[in-house]
Each structure stands twice: as C-alpha cells, then as structure tokens.
C-alpha cells in the first residue's frame, strides 16, 4: 500500500502569511494527489485535486504542485477562515490513503 | 444539488450489530463510487473502502477488510456500512463520501458524519 507522510503535523501563522505544506508519497502516484480542507464540527472539503487543479468554488489563494512522490499545498495571505487541518490523499491505487494531516494554527 | 445525507448518531455496546446509512441525491448514484471515511477522537482521516453501484465493485483498506461491510442499494441511492460485532475501537466519525469515477477519482462530496459510539 502506498503511505502518505505530510509535514509539518502542525503550524502556526498569521492572518496575511504565506504558507506551504508538503505532502510525500512512498512511491510515485504521477499527479494523483488531492488536497482537504477539515473543520471541527464539519465534513472535509475539496480544495485541490490532480495535484493542481483548484475545486470549484475555492478561493485562488489555495494552490497545489508537485507530481510523481513529492507536492505542496500553498495558501497565499491566510484568511481567518484557513486555519483548520489539512490533508493529503493519494487516488492511484486502492487503498486511497490520507497523510496524517496538518492543522494550522493562529499565531 | 449533490447531497449525502447520513442516519443519526449511534449509541451500542460491545459485541452488537450496527448498519448506518447513507442517503444520495442530485446526481446519478451508478455513476460515482460511494465509501466511507473514519475519524477516530483526535485522529486523522482514514480511508475505509468504495463500491461502485454500477456493477458492484467494491474495494477495501486492508485495515478494515473483514471488520466491515460495505455495500449499497441503486434503488433507492443508499450505501451502508455494517458492523456484525461492534468494539470499543469502532467509536468514531464516519462519513459517506462520493468518489469520481473516472480520472483522478478525489472525493468530491462528503456527507455531515455519523458518530457511533461503542461503550458497555
């Protein structure tokens, strides 16, 4: 099975910060890479999908890179709606795993 | 509108059956997998497994494989995940999720979660 490591586990930022999260593979999953967004009391959400591709309805702000074993999620001037956790998910292969997740924090 | 509507809040004890639900809406219920997603208490997201109601495919995590059933009805656009002998270990979050079929395959819709909690 495939594993999913993100980092960091946790983050602290400001409102108007710039900030990066990286999610690797253990082996490569080509651009089968999306992005959730979770917060407490709420389902996940979409944010980011095929690695780059920004979900319907999602500010620009959120952007996603990377392919073969290694990605990023970028969040450009956090709003004080971003600070929740963020996941990764591989869809190559079954099982689709989730990395550990990252939550991000007020400073 | 896509919409997952899942069955309420559980309460069970060791050892009991347990089948909750999940009802879909607004779109074509054969064309998407639909599977669920655990969240234990103060855990991260775990993938559970899909079923495909077009032909019934249905793919597990191998950590659940043998715990549960996943299965659905077409008829009346509802998937379920069942429990023959419920552990403490089983509380948690789970939610119902649609997952595209073709391409990437992300979950594009979650459902709002039923929490089932396991204690004697």
């Known amino acids: 099975d495939i594993q999913m490591t993100q980092s960091p586990s946790s983050l602290s930022a400001s409102v108007g910060d710039r900030v990066t999260i990286t999610c690797r593979a253990s082996?490569?999953?080509?651009?089968?890479l999306n992005w959730y967004q979770h917060k407490p009391g709420k389902a996940p959400n979409l944010l980011i999908y095929?690695?780059?591709s920004l979900q319907s309805g999602v500010p620009s702000r959120f952007s996603g890179s990377g392919s073969g074993t290694d990605f990023t999620l970028t969040i450009t001037s956090l709003q004080p709606e971003d600070f929740a956790t963020y996941y990764c998910?591989?869809?190559?292969?079954?099982?689709?795993?989730f990395g550990q997740g990252t939550k991000l924090e007020i400073k | 509108e896509v919409q997952l509507v899942q069955s309420g809040a559980e309460v069970k004890k060791p050892g009991e059956s347990l089948k909750i639900s999940c009802k879909a809406s607004?779109?074509?219920?054969?064309?998407?997998?639909i599977g669920w997603v655990r969240q234990m208490p103060g855990n991260g997201l775990e993938w559970m497994g899909i079923?495909?109601?077009?032909?019934?495919?249905?793919r597990y995590s191998p950590s659940f494989q043998g715990q549960v059933t996943i299965s659905a009805d077409k008829s009346i656009s509802t998937a379920y995940l069942q429990w023959n002998s419920l552990r403490a270990s089983d509380t948690a979050m789970y939610y119902c999720?649609?997952?595209?079929?073709?391409?990437?395959?992300?979950?594009?819709?979650w459902g709002q979660g039923t929490l089932v909690t396991v204690s004697s």
């Open positions: 607004g779109y074509s219920f054969t064309d998407y997998w």
């Open positions: 095929a690695a780059s």
């Open positions: 082996q490569s999953i080509s651009s089968y």
């Open positions: 998910q591989q869809s190559y292969s079954t099982p689709h795993a």
């Open positions: 079923f495909y109601p077009g032909d019934s495919d249905i």
């Open positions: 999720v649609r997952v595209r079929r073709g391409g990437y395959k992300p979950i594009d819709s």
